[in-house]
């Protein structure tokens, strides 16, 4: 039996009005958008971005392939329609595991694609990943042509008001999950293009 986040039983049982609150984050990466698109289009990458100490998994996913295949390094694509349940730790040392239902609700290849929690800890969460190329230049150096990818996460935290007055912890918490994801990016994307500084 899976458990429930008492959070969400609560949201559910006393649903009160809350406001919805928006979380940017940027990163540049050394590497052509074409490559940068597949890896984050590719669901069974999502576990190795999060924090080891959550142990994200994989627990369902009804694949929908993108409307037109294009070659990628990634075998796996999730398309427009694509529904992934995944379980994880909620603190450290959690004895419990919190289940997230997404479905992927916007899809063009090598630009952006959209999630939306179906079931989850939030009372709404609408996450848009896109990507642009960049081409940078530091001090002296030569131009190296990369890709931008904004990340934009609209949410709502559970519990009404009294969810919205958590939401300093909430924005602390995505900052630190997106600073490891950044790091994780580059590493995991290194490590498939060893040639790529």
Not at 3 to 12: E, H, I, K, Q, W
Not at 14 to 29: A, D
Not at 77 to 92: C, D, E, N, V, Y
Request: aromatic share 12%; proline share 12%.
């Amino acid at each position: 039996m899976q458990s429930v986040p008492l959070a969400l039983l609560l949201a559910t049982r006393y649903n009160q009005p809350s406001m919805r609150h928006t979380f940017q984050s940027e990163q540049w990466l050394p590497y052509p958008v074409d490559r940068v698109f597949a890896f984050f289009a590719n669901p069974e990458n999502l576990p190795r971005l999060m924090p080891p100490w959550q142990k994200t998994r994989i627990e369902k996913i009804s694949l929908t392939p993108p409307p037109i295949a294009l070659p990628t390094p990634s075998s796996l694509t999730a398309g427009a329609g694509t529904k992934l349940t995944i379980s994880f730790r909620p603190f450290p040392y959690a004895p419990v595991r919190v289940c997230w239902s997404a479905k992927i609700s916007e899809f063009v290849w090598n630009d952006h694609f959209c999630d939306q929690q179906l079931r989850g800890p939030f009372a709404y969460w609408h996450h848009c990943h896109s990507i642009e190329p960049q081409t940078r230049t530091e001090n002296s150096t030569p131009s190296i042509a990369g890709t931008l990818l904004h990340d934009k996460v609209e949410y709502e935290p559970p519990l009404g008001k009294l969810g919205s007055i958590a939401n300093s912890i909430i924005n602390w918490q995505l900052q630190k999950t997106f600073a490891y994801r950044h790091t994780r990016t580059l590493e995991l994307l290194r490590s498939l293009s060893p040639s790529i500084p």
